[in-house]
């Protein structure tokens, strides 16, 4: 079983920056792939980035591309979301996910592994 526990939410001004944290435990950190979703109020969970177990390759979503950038601190277990520029369409719970597949997905249902979320709060 894997635990994933997020951290580094906040509120801030459009065109601000957050980085936001997410810390596994239970299994080997460099055994999974892990990726970034987020929910805003009234709407589905959407895809945000994903980031291959090694941490080689990322891959985002067109409306955060240029200005998120996720990465990954394997010997500490954790996962980055450094995100600039930041919108008030940005603002939405954000979760980080981890799957033991090999593969990196865009896919909610392909994660076994969530935390509780964050909340990100921009203002304009």
């Known amino acids: 079983q894997v635990q994933l526990v997020e951290s580094g939410g906040g509120s801030v001004q459009a065109g601000g920056s957050l980085r936001i944290s997410c810390t596994a435990s239970g299994r080997t950190f460099d055994s999974l792939t892990a990726g970034w979703f987020r929910q805003a109020p009234g709407n589905a969970r959407e895809f945000v980035a994903t980031?291959?177990?090694?941490?080689?390759?990322?891959y985002y979503a067109d409306s955060v591309k240029g200005r998120f950038t996720a990465s990954r601190d394997n010997a500490k277990n954790t996962l980055y979301l450094q995100m600039n520029s930041l919108k008030p369409e940005d603002t939405a719970v954000y979760y980080c996910?981890?799957?033991?597949?090999?593969?990196?997905?865009?896919?909610?249902?392909?994660?076994?592994?969530w935390g509780q979320g964050t909340q990100v709060t921009v203002s304009s």
């Open positions: 980031i291959t177990r090694s941490g080689a390759n990322t």
């Open positions: 996910a981890a799957d033991r597949s090999w593969s990196a997905s865009l896919k909610s249902g392909d994660y076994d592994y």
